[in-house]
């Protein structure tokens, strides 16, 4: 009976550690992997699925069990990977059969067979429901007995191998145009993939794109399907593969996975070299003349030095050993130089405290990115800068604006940002503008931007206290989803830890009480500024306005009972009344003057979801005076700090990042 007991409670353990499991290998020596037949780790830590030997297959899982539902009628979570991969063949025309990433119910699959079966299934179980099976194929044979469309093509495959939607091998480098970039899966060269499902939408996305290409934003394949009735409560993640009548080697060289999240990247740099195929080619440099082609050697190398050296000059760098650490993120300046025409106004999309930035289209991959220009003053400064940016720079969520590197020269740091086509959303609201957002769509990026705040504060391995959350520091992409950005005055501290901050900065109207007393920004902070951004957005003003105090006009009318008489009238007549007084009311519980009367990121997601009732404004202490106290205490203790500041500040609803950056961070 103990023994059972043992053994019952190690499963309880198991299942449990597969919560929301994660693992990154970049490469694979000394990682347990779960290998039959012919996979192997090599001794240079790649992962080799097969090797030269014809009408074979080879498995390689994670060894444990890994939890995709809570129940088995529940529905499956979300996951996403990412991994390295490469195929070579003896014969450069010919390849044989593929790689496939899989989700199965058992460790291996002991009954499937190789060839165009891909060690997934037999001719026997090949499109039975009951295999419980998603895998997503790299295939480079054509079989019209599966119906696939060609012999270098990318499938996604639930319990059989005819694909439920398939493509040519490519990418999409350019989010703006439909052409799709060829690539040959069995060319030699390492590839990268990555396989996104979203269990909420129900939508199972999957991305290729040549190695050290930035992960394009369109997907190569778009399967919308529940997963739920195939997925089992527990499964098994990993790879199988196949040859057929061609010697081809399949191998894996870095892997990364996650549940309930992005799967974190991978560091190329780091990953294991691929063996070279054939004997090393003799250079045709030795064959002809080498003492004629030297004497032109010199003559060209002494009439281009000069022009060498100027053009050295113009787009030199820096870099020194600390920065080494960061390097899978650096871009080349001449890359960024070119692709903004040289930091022309004409491609300046805005600017502010922090920096000026740029349209830019970078020259190799005409992929459009924002670049910012920041500027600081010592080197260590600017190291500890950079490794903070580079934390930041591993934040992935639907709702932030991603930072894709950096570079840096003399005294400036070039950061890189996803495009955002329709800019900020301050534009939608304030000044008049002239085109406006309907209550949907503002209801929209006001989830999303909660969405994003509530995974800085509790959702990944550190917390991020934003500290300029705002209109202005929010973009709307081209879905007009809500994407939170701007992490230039971004402080990361450990769960459990208390931040150190002691230096006021941020923006009026956005400015906790108690951050102006302290110093101190904490989580609560970034929710009293949420508030701010909640009735900028309903209401279509500025938190500060020379006349009023938002809150405090917000405020009056929820006293009468009135309080939909806040809302934008530039929103139009449709909208849903009960979301408009929910996010109003929000908006002043989020503006308590009293951090432990607002409420937690989590909670609001829950309020804006409605998933818990928000409590009455009456019974948790909120008054017109306590309200206007928060707001008036922040502004007139910046003006006692900093009265030089005080008028363009006021005026303009600016950071005051400006004045405090060299000693806020």
């Not at 600081?376 to 950079?386: A, D, I, L, N, S």
Request: proline share 4%; net charge neutral.
């Amino acid at each position: 009976m103990l023994c059972k007991l043992i053994i019952l409670l190690s499963l309880l353990l198991n299942l449990a550690e597969s919560q929301d499991l994660n693992f990154t290998f970049n490469g694979f020596r000394s990682t347990n992997l779960s290998l039959d037949g012919l996979a192997e780790i090599t001794s240079k830590g790649l992962l080799r699925l097969t090797n030269d030997t014809k009408q074979q297959k080879g498995h390689a899982f994670f060894p444990n069990p890994v939890a995709f539902k809570s129940s088995s009628n529940a529905s499956a979570f979300s996951f996403s990977t990412t991994f390295v991969f490469a195929i070579l063949s003896e014969n450069p025309d010919l390849s044989g059969h593929g790689i496939a990433f899989v989700i199965a119910p058992t460790r291996g699959l002991p009954d499937s067979l190789p060839s165009q079966f891909l060690g997934l299934f037999n001719d026997k179980n090949n499109g039975n429901e009951t295999n419980h099976v998603v895998a997503v194929e790299l295939d480079t044979i054509l079989s019209s007995e599966f119906g696939d469309i060609n012999d270098n093509h990318v499938g996604i495959d639930i319990n059989g191998l005819r694909s439920l939607q398939s493509s040519a091998a490519g990418y999409y480098a350019d989010s703006r145009s439909n052409r799709m970039t060829n690539l040959s899966l069995y060319s030699g060269l390492p590839m990268q993939l990555w396989v996104d499902y979203d269990g909420l939408k129900k939508q199972l996305n999957v991305t290729l794109a040549p190695f050290k290409f930035v992960k394009p934003s369109v997907p190569l394949l778009s399967l919308t399907r529940d997963l739920s009735p195939v997925l089992q409560e527990t499964m098994y993640v990993g790879f199988s593969s196949s040859t057929g009548s061609v010697l081809t080697s399949h191998y894996v060289l870095g892997w990364s996975f996650m549940m309930n999240g992005q799967a974190q990247p991978l560091v190329l740099s780091n990953l294991p070299k691929l063996p070279r195929i054939g004997p090393k080619k003799k250079s045709k440099f030795l064959t002809i003349g080498v003492p004629v082609i030297s004497i032109s050697v010199v003559l060209l190398a002494i009439s281009g030095l000069v022009y060498f050296i100027r053009r050295r000059r113009k787009y030199a760098e820096v870099l020194e050993d600390w920065e080494l650490d960061y390097w899978p993120h650096r871009f080349k300046f001449k890359d960024l130089y070119i692709g903004t025409k040289g930091f022309k106004e004409k491609e300046l999309l805005g600017s502010g405290g922090f920096g000026r930035v740029y349209k830019c289209v970078l020259p190799t991959t005409k992929m459009e990115v924002a670049v910012k220009k920041v500027s600081h003053e010592t080197r260590q400064g600017m190291k500890v800068f950079v490794a903070e940016i580079v934390s930041i720079g591993r934040l992935r969520h639907r709702n932030l604006v991603t930072l894709l590197g950096y570079c840096r020269r003399k005294g400036e740091l070039l950061l890189v940002y996803d495009y955002m086509p329709n800019g900020s959303l301050d534009k939608y609201l304030f000044d008049q503008p002239k085109v406006t957002l309907n209550w949907s769509q503002r209801f929209k990026v006001i989830k999303g931007v909660a969405s994003g705040l509530h995974y800085l504060h509790e959702e990944w391995e550190q917390i991020v206290i934003h500290r300029d959350v705002k209109a202005s520091n929010v973009l709307v992409d081209g879905e007009m989803n809500g994407r939170l950005g701007d992490f230039g005055l971004a402080r990361l501290y450990d769960h459990g830890s208390d931040p150190q901050t002691t230096h006021i900065v941020g923006t009026l109207g956005y400015l906790a009480p108690e951050h102006t007393r302290t110093g101190k920004a904490t989580t609560k902070t970034d929710v009293f500024s949420f508030g701010a951004f909640l009735l900028e957005v309903a209401t279509g003003r500025r938190p500060i306005m020379e006349d009023l105090i938002l809150v405090d006009w917000v405020f009056s009318f929820w006293t009468k009972g009135e309080i939909l008489q806040a809302k934008d009238p530039n929103m139009g007549t449709d909208y849903i009344v009960e979301e408009v007084e929910l996010v109003l009311k929000l908006g002043l519980l989020c503006s308590h003057s009293e951090p432990e009367g607002r409420p937690s990121m989590r909670q609001v997601v829950q309020f804006l979801n409605r998933e818990m009732e928000l409590p009455e404004l009456s019974s948790i202490g909120l008054s017109a005076s306590g309200l206007t106290f928060a707001y008036r205490e922040g502004f007139d203790d910046f003006v006692m700090s900093c009265p030089s500041s005080m008028d363009k500040a006021f005026s303009h609803g600016s950071s005051i990042a400006d004045s405090l950056l060299s000693g806020g961070r």
